[in-house]
């Protein structure tokens, strides 16, 4: 045994098997200090309220990502365009109209279109067609400076606002994405 | 560890969210947050770690629900999920944690608590964080969490014997280190 070990008598004091008075009084002070020891253990609790919603958010993030996910990359690139530093040949069709990439990830569609102010929300003016996997669309459009609202239609009938961009109130109770160039 | 007798039972809700009701998962993840974080915390050495620890621990909980054999013992197969997060970190981070780290676990801190006691405190925290995560796990769950050793046993797989060899050596590092700190 090291001078740094407790005689296993004091170990069962620690565990809870022995009281301070079952020690020898040659252990007593041994005794004393491995209770010392035990009365700095910290048993505060910790809260974590925000963990909840961090959770709920999380899942509810997983699930969009599975039927959306890009309109942010169009809006990344009218940032792009509006910072006049492209990293792909300028897209612009002229000083006042800002070329757009829409892409929608929707499995199992069979039809994607985007409608909003710039269409007159008419579903079949601006059709979005597949690129790459089989579940991406993509339509590109040139719009003019200002501020868009906007819907994604899937199949003609399910009008899917945009998760990744900020959103208003339609007024009948649907949400619309905002696209602000 | 069977679930909560108020309202719903950990099985019913584990039962419902499986068939879609997702939204009732927040109820087990209010119900044990807390109780768990102080668990990671300990074991961490740090709230912050602790916080993300709980929070992918749920998540894979979340991912994972369908393998949980007993729904009604939600909590003792969330808590191993937890543990092996726990223990996965301090592998990754073992060149990288820091001594220091042990002062961000908060209670500490608390402004009840006496400048002496609140020194004591962060010294034995300094001092856990020098055990092997096996050590520290035991000296948490049965001085911090109030465990029996039948009941860490249970929850560990092990047994006794085992758990008092681990703890005793525990014992015995943790006094080194305090006379060293000392």
């Known amino acids: 045994m090291t001078q740094h070990e407790f005689d296993p008598r004091v170990k069962q004091l620690l565990d809870g098997e022995l009281t301070l008075a079952d020690l020898p009084a040659e252990l007593r002070a041994e005794g004393e200090e491995a ?3 035990l009365a700095a253990v910290d048993r505060a609790s910790v809260s974590v309220p925000a963990v909840t919603w961090r959770v709920m958010a999380a899942l509810e993030r997983r699930r969009r990502r599975l039927w959306w996910l ?4 169009a809006i990344a ?3 792009v365009l509006l910072l006049g530093r492209p990293s792909t040949p ?6 006042t109209v800002v070329t757009v990439r829409f892409v929608l990830v929707a499995p199992g569609a069979h039809q994607v279109s985007v409608a909003g102010t710039f269409n007159r929300w008419d579903p079949s003016a601006t059709p979005l067609v597949r690129s790459g996997t089989a579940d991406t669309w993509v339509a590109t459009i040139a719009l003019p400076p200002g501020e868009h609202q906007y819907a994604f239609v899937v199949d003609g009938a399910r009008w899917v606002p945009d998760p990744a961009a900020p959103a208003v109130d339609d007024g009948f109770g649907r949400r619309n994405s905002v696209l602000t160039l | 560890m069977q679930g909560e007798t108020g309202g719903r039972s950990d099985g019913e809700i584990v039962r419902a969210v499986l068939a879609g009701d997702r939204e009732r998962y927040a109820v087990l993840v209010e119900r ?3 109780r768990y974080a102080r668990y990671a915390a300990r074991m961490l050495g740090s709230a912050d770690a602790a916080e993300d620890a709980v929070q992918d621990a749920f998540l894979r909980a979340y991912d994972q629900l369908a393998q949980c054999q007993d729904p009604n013992k939600f909590l003792g197969w969330f808590f191993l999920i937890l543990r092996n997060r726990c223990f996965a970190e301090q592998r990754k981070y073992r060149s990288q944690v820091s001594l220091d780290a042990a002062a961000a676990v908060p209670t500490s801190d608390r402004s009840d608590v006496g400048t002496e006691t609140a020194e004591r405190r962060r010294a034995l925290q300094k001092a856990l964080m020098e055990l092997t995560a096996e050590q520290r796990e035991v000296f948490v769950l049965k001085h911090v969490e109030g465990l029996s050793y039948i009941e860490i046993a249970e929850r560990l797989n092990t047994s006794v014997p085992s758990l008092k060899m681990r703890m005793h050596r525990a014992y015995d590092r943790l006094r080194e280190q305090l006379r060293d700190h000392a």
Do not use: C, I, K
Not at chain 1, 90 to 95: D, E, F, I, K, R
């Open chain 1, 70 to 73: 890009a309109p942010a990359v």
């Open chain 2, 32 to 34: 044990y947050r807390d």
């Open chain 1, 35 to 37: 209770l010392r020891l």
């Open chain 1, 90 to 95: 300028p897209t612009t069709l002229s000083a």
């Open chain 1, 77 to 79: 690139a009218a940032v």
